[in-house]
């Protein structure tokens, strides 16, 4: 009985590979596919994480552009720059969506998250109004005095738990957790969120770690339903519970905000903040900018943006940490620059091309999206001569392409020098960290700014040390974005030099 049953399943799977991959690819000229598809699943039993890794053997092994089948589902999965070129520059706009999923239907909910409207009119005001409120001429000014402000209240924040801890320990990714979720608090509201010590949030801002936590969860677990249709009778149920139990949780919270905000605007109305900018198109036009936008909006401005950059900044102190004389070196062209009388400032950034180096060279080993974030196609389309149907998922596997050998020199040591020279060019698509085309990350500029004068003032302010002299541990976590396993805690005093402009603050 047995044996007949393997006999027979083996026989369906043949078949069945022959069919989907052989037959089908010959009339349809999909792209290589791998061995085996399996009956029903396809290749999703081969999707193990950390993904970007598993992928990257894949792609190793049998090809740069390759069609996965998950379930019911087309993957097309490209590690190459000239074909993620393919995608993004002639066929931009048919990958312009994003992949439909249960998370996106719920989460993004009536098309009101910029990064879950579907491509169109929508999406493109979307568009406009976050590059209003964050990116214009207008809001730089007000940007700048932010930025300034709080790096002011980072470093004394540094200096005292340096000064306070037996050991000058310092949990450098909660002092840059505070950092960045206050200036986009500041951006969104006008008002900082933590007020408390490192590490005392209060009891909302616990709350609203836990919201983007669960977030951040239940968009990286992926969802069997979106893959088997016929399963989702079975499988829906409690995931779809919790998505809607977070997102009633996520609107309670963020609407708590906009009413805080209605009662206080007497107070802040001087102040152009992205709160107030939708509140007043509301006036003109209530039907479209409902307060379900305005909480979509600061929800992610804040998811989007708060752990790239954060996470970026704690690879590249590690780094610095692993490697001291590329930390001596940045901060000698510093002193050169700048000098010890004056903080870094912005007009400086563009005088410190070896700190920009770091960052690049950080962001290539470290990508915050190593897979960047998932496009579908909304056409029929070639890459690479072979036929890529309409409704397939894209993944550009940038993780792997920002390591590969034959395109970088000894590509897993850390080299900020091989980014000397190369200023103004994204290098063929090699280097694309924040994607490409009409939907790439909108918050590139305001995050490079954040990232480059926080690092500024942290390597000229301080003097930074290995716990007890071990290498900083740069495990990589499971999930789908890249984030440290251990949080970076480091030994860190400030600089005897730097001591007469330190008493000042
Ligand atoms: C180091 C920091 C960051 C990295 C590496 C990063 C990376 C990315 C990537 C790879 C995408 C997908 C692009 C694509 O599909 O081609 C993306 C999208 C997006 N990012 Fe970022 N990002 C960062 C910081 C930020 C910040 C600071 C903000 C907001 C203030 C932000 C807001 C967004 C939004 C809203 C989208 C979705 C855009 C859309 O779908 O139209 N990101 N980001
Ligand atoms: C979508 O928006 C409309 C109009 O603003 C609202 O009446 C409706 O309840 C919303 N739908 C959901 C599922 O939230
Ligand atoms: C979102 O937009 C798409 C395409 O424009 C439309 O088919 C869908 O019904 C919209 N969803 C909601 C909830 O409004
Ligand atoms: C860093 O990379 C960006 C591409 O994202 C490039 O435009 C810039 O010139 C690079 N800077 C340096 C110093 O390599």
Redesign the pocket.
Known sequence: MEILYLYMSLIFVVLSYLFTSHFGRKFSNLPPTIFPSLPVIGHLYLLKPPLHQTLAKLSIKHGPILNLQLGSRHLLLISSPSASQEC?TKNDVIFTN?PHTLYGKIIGNNNTS????PYGDN?RN??RI?STA?FSMHSRKEFHDILVDEEKLLIRKIQNASVSSVHSHVNVKAVLNELMLNI?MRIISGNRYFVGDIGAADEEGKQFSEILEETFLLGMIPYLGDFLPFLRNFVQNGYKNKLISLKNKRDIFFQGFIEQFRKSEGVVKNKKTMIQLLLSLQESDPNYYTDEMIRSFML??LS???D??T??MEWCLSLLLNHPHVLQKSRNEIDRVIGKDRLVEESDLVDLPYLRCIINET?RLY???PL????ESSKDCVIGDYNVPRGTMLIVN?WSIQRDPKLWNDPESFNPERFEGLEGTRDGFKFM????????????G???H??EATLGVLIQCFDWERLNGKMVDMTESLNFNLVKVEPLVAKCKPRAEMKNLLDQM
């Open positions: 993004f994003r910029l990064n879950w409207a999406w979307l568009r976050a964050l986009m992610i401005l989007a943006g708060s790239t950059t996470g970026t962001l990508p915050p999206g960047l974030v998932p496009r940038q960290p924040f994607g490409f085309g009409r939907r790439s990350c909108p918050g590139e305001l995050a490079l954040v990232i």
